[in-house]
C-alpha cells in the first residue's frame, strides 16, 4: 500500500511539507509506503473547460506536474492534499492542479481513502479545507479524517513542530488513513469490490 502526498506550496520545505512529513513518518510507522509530490514554484495552467481530457484521461495541456500526477494516481492506494493558506483560500496554483487532476484523471482516484492538509499563520484554514474537500467528495473518495480540522499553524516550518495539537492531529490522520487502507485491502481480499456507480443523469437543476 502507498500514499501520494500532494505538497501544493511554493515553499517545497515550508509549513505544508514540515505537516505532511509528519503524516509519512507515521505511515511508514503504520507499515504503509508514502511518498511527497511537489507541485513546484512555476506557473501552473488553469483548467479552460475544453473537454478535451474527457477521450484522453490526460489533460491536454503537458507543460507540468499534472499528467505525471494523473499516472502516478493510478498506482496509488491513498492521497493527501496539502496547500497553504493565502487570504483565507487555498494557493490558487493548487486549485487549478486539482482541478485538472480530477476533471482528467477521477477515475484514478475513485474509492480511494484521501485527505486534506492546510497550513497557516494564522487563521483561514477551515475555508481552505471545504474549498479543497469538495473535489475528493466529488469523486466517490473517502475522507480521512482526524482528531481536529487536519490543519497546522506557523509562519515558518520550524514553528509547526511547536504545535502540538497540529501535530497530534496529523500522526492521528496518518493513523486513521493506514486502517482505513488496511481495511479496504481486507475487503478487496475478501472479494468485496467497489460499487458500480452511475452517472447517466445531468441535468441543469431539473431539466434534462
Known amino acids: 500500500m502507498k500514499v501520494l502526498l500532494f505538497n501544493g506550496s511554493p515553499r517545497q520545505n515550508g509549513c505544508t511539507a514540515a505537516a505532511l512529513g509528519i503524516i ?22 488553469d483548467c479552460i473547460g475544453c473537454g478535451g481530457c474527457k477521450t484522453k484521461g490526460r489533460c491536454v495541456f503537458d ?23 493565502y487570504y483565507a483560500h487555498p494557493r490558487g496554483a493548487m486549485l487549478c492542479a486539482m482541478d485538472r487532476l480530477f476533471y482528467a484523471g477521477g477515475k484514478n482516484f475513485a474509492h480511494k481513502p484521501g485527505a486534506v492538509v492546510t497550513s497557516a499563520r494564522r487563521a483561514g484554514t477551515t475555508a481552505s479545507l471545504d474549498a479543497l474537500l469538495k473535489h475528493l467528495t466529488i469523486a466517490q473518495m473517502p475522507v480521512v479524517s482526524s482528531t481536529y480540522w487536519n490543519m497546522v499553524h506557523g509562519a515558518a516550518a520550524d514553528d509547526v513542530a511547536q504545535d502540538a495539537e497540529g501535530v497530534q492531529t496529523m500522526r492521528n490522520l496518518a ?27 445531468r441535468t441543469n437543476f431539473i431539466r434534462r
Request: glycine share 8%.
Open 24 to 45: 509519512a513518518e507515521e505511515l511508514e510507522k503504520q507499515g504503509v509506503q508514502s511518498e511527497i509530490l511537489w507541485l513546484g514554484n512555476q506557473p501552473v495552467r
Open 63 to 85: 507543460d507540468d506536474v499534472i499528467n505525471e500526477w494523473i499516472d502516478r494516481a493510478e498506482k496509488a492506494d491513498g492521497f493527501v492534499f496539502g496547500s497553504p493558506v
Open 175 to 201: 493513523q486513521n488513513m493506514a486502517y482505513l487502507l488496511k481495511c479496504i485491502h481486507a475487503g478487496k481480499q475478501a472479494g468485496i469490490a467497489p460499487p458500480d456507480t452511475q452517472k447517466t443523469e
